[in-house]
C-alpha cells in the first residue's frame, strides 16, 4: 500500500458529474484519488464526515491594488480574506494598482509581490488600452491570463478607456496571442453623459446614479464587443453583466458561432437597486445594481447554461472614498470575495435548489475552462488539490469584525448564509481553518495555456 501525503476521509465529494460519498487523496500537492473508502495510510488525515468537498474557487475578478494602492486593500489582506471564502486562486484585473499591470516590468513586479504575501495561487491579466498594445506580447509571454478594456470610463485616470480603434486592433492582437479580452460593457457616450447632467444640476443621489447608467448603455457595449469579436476572431469575455439581457445578447452571439462568454457577480444575484438607495455608497457599483425582475432573469440564464462563471468583482477602498451623499464621487466598487461562495450556497443551492455540480462549474471550472487553467477547477485525479471543505448547513450571520479586507466594509454585513467553509486547502496546503487563516505566503503563479498551444496539441 502506498502512502500519501494526505486524505480526507468521509466527506460527500462534488465532482463534475455529481455528488457521491468519496474519500480524497493527496500527493505532492496533486489529487491523487477520489474513491470510496481509501485503504492507504497517509502523513496526515482529516476528517470530513458531514462535509462536503468542493473544488476551491477561482475568483476571476479581484482588484487588490498592489502596488500603488496598497491602502486600498493589498495581496495579503486579499488572498486572506479569499481563503475564507473558500478560494484557493484568483485572477487580479490589472487597474487601480498603480503603475497598472501594463507591462513586462508591471507584471513582474506584481508576481514579486504576490509570492511574498499571498496565501493563495494567483494569476494576472494586462491592461489593454490607448498606448499598450505594442506590449502585448511581451505580457503575453510572461503569463498574463488575457487582457481587460473598459470601454466606458474607469473611475481611475491611469487606466484610460479603449476606443474603438484600439479595442479592434488589441483584439486582433490578443487573437494571433492566444488570449481572450475582457471588456468591461458600458457605453462611455451614455454613461459619460447622462452622469453630467445630473452632476451639472445637483443631482447626486443613489437614485440618480443608477439612472445614469441605463440597462441599454451595458447592451449597446456588448453588441459592439461582440461585432469586434466576431471580425477579429478574438475570444471574448464580457465581465460582470448585470441584466440577463445582456447575457442573452452572448448566447445569441455563441450560437452564430462568435467565441464569447460571460460572468455575472454575485451582488448581482442578490442585491437590488432598492437595496443601493438604502445601503447608499457602499453598494455602488459599475453596471449599477438593477431592480428586481433583473436579479431574476440572471438566476434564469444560469439554469440555462448561458453565464459562464460568476466572480466578485471585489473592488475595495478606504473607508472615506464611501463617505458622504454624492453618489457620483463615492467609490464604485463592492467588498465583496469573502462571501461569494456564501452567497451562491445561500441564494443559489438553498434558495433556489441549483445543484452544487453546476454552483462548482460557476465558481471553478467554467473559469478553468474558459481561462486555460487545466489543473485547476475540479475534484479530478492529476489536478491540484485545492479544495473547500463546506458544511453545507451550518448557517453563520456575517459580522464586521468576521472580514479579513483591510477595510472592513461589505453589504453583506449582518447577512446570514446558510452554507459555511470549514477549511480551504491550496495544493494539499490547508491556508484555512476554523475561522482563522493558518499559512504563510504559498501562493503560486498561474499561467495559461493559451489558445495557440492547444490548437497545436489538436485538443
Known amino acids: 500500500m502506498s ?39 497517509a502523513s496526515e488525515e482529516v476528517d470530513a464526515r458531514g462535509l462536503h468537498v468542493l473544488p476551491g474557487v477561482i475568483d476571476a475578478h479581484v482588484h487588490f491594488n498592489e502596488p500603488g494602492r496598497t491602502e486600498w486593500e493589498g495581496l495579503e489582506t486579499g488572498s486572506s480574506a479569499l481563503a475564507a471564502g473558500g478560494m484557493t486562486s484568483f485572477v487580479e484585473m490589472p487597474l487601480n494598482a498603480y503603475p497598472p499591470t501594463n507591462d ?21 491579466y494586462g491592461g489593454l488600452m490607448p498606448g499598450s498594445l505594442g506590449n502585448m506580447e511581451e505580457l503575453a509571454e510572461r503569463g498574463v491570463a488575457g487582457f481587460k478594456a473598459f470601454m466606458s470610463t474607469s473611475g481611475t485616470l491611469d487606466f484610460q478607456t479603449a476606443d474603438d480603434v484600439t479595442l479592434y486592433e488589441g483584439m486582433q492582437k490578443a487573437a494571433a496571442l492566444g488570449l481572450p479580452v475582457l471588456v468591461h460593457a458600458e ?51 464580457v465581465v460582470h453583466v448585470s441584466t440577463g439581457r445582456g447575457v442573452a445578447l452572448v448566447a445569441e452571439a455563441r450560437e452564430r458561432g462568435v467565441d464569447v462568454t460571460c460572468e455575472t457577480c454575485a451582488h448581482y444575484l442578490v442585491l437590488t437597486e432598492e437595496d443601493a438607495e438604502a445601503l447608499g455608497a457602499v453598494t455602488k457599483c459599475a453596471p449599477p445594481l438593477r431592480p428586481q425582475e433583473e436579479v431574476e432573469s440572471l438566476w434564469v440564464q444560469i439554469s440555462a447554461g448561458n453565464v459562464e462563471f460568476v466572480t466578485s468583482d471585489h473592488s475595495p477602498c478606504p ?42 462549474g460557476l465558481l471553478s471550472g467554467g473559469v478553468a475552462s474558459r481561462l486555460g487553467f487545466p489543473e485547476k477547477g475540479a475534484l479530478e485525479a492529476g489536478l491540484d488539490a485545492d479544495l473547500a471543505l463546506v458544511d453545507l448547513d451550518g448557517i453563520s450571520t456575517l459580522h464586521k469584525e468576521d472580514l479579513l479586507y483591510r477595510h472592513k466594509m461589505s453589504p453583506y454585513v449582518g447577512r446570514a448564509f446558510t ?41
Open 187 to 237: 457605453s462611455k457616450q451614455i454613461t459619460d453623459e447622462l452622469s453630467a447632467r445630473r452632476v451639472s444640476t445637483l443631482r447626486t443621489t443613489m437614485r440618480d446614479y443608477l439612472d445614469s447608467r441605463p440597462v441599454v448603455a451595458e447592451l449597446e457595449a456588448i453588441q459592439r464587443a461582440i461585432l469586434f469579436a466576431g471580425e477579429t476572431g478574438c475570444a471574448l469575455h
Open 319 to 360: 473607508p472615506h472614498m464611501k463617505a458622504g451623499d454624492d453618489m457620483f464621487r463615492a467609490w464604485g466598487g463592492i467588498s465583496g470575495c469573502q462571501s461569494l461562495m456564501n452567497v451562491m450556497l445561500d441564494e443559489g443551492h438553498h434558495g433556489r435548489g441549483v445543484s452544487l455540480q453546476k454552483i462548482s
Open 104 to 124: 513586462a516590468e508591471a507584471f513582474e513586479e506584481k508576481v514579486a509581490l504576490a509570492r511574498a504575501s499571498a496565501v493563495t495561487d494567483f494569476a494576472f
Open 3 to 41: 502512502s500519501y501525503d494526505l486524505i480526507i476521509r468521509g466527506g460527500t465529494a462534488v465532482e463534475p458529474g455529481g455528488e457521491r460519498a468519496a474519500d480524497l487523496a493527496v500527493a505532492d500537492g496533486k489529487i491523487a484519488a477520489v474513491e470510496p473508502d481509501i485503504a492507504d495510510t
Open 419 to 459: 452554507g459555511e467553509v470549514v477549511r480551504t486547502l491550496v495544493r494539499g496546503n490547508t491556508v484555512y481553518r476554523e475561522g482563522r487563516v493558518v499559512s504563510d505566503a504559498i501562493g503560486e503563479l498561474v499561467k495559461p495555456e493559451r489558445r495557440t498551444a492547444r490548437a497545436v496539441s489538436g485538443e
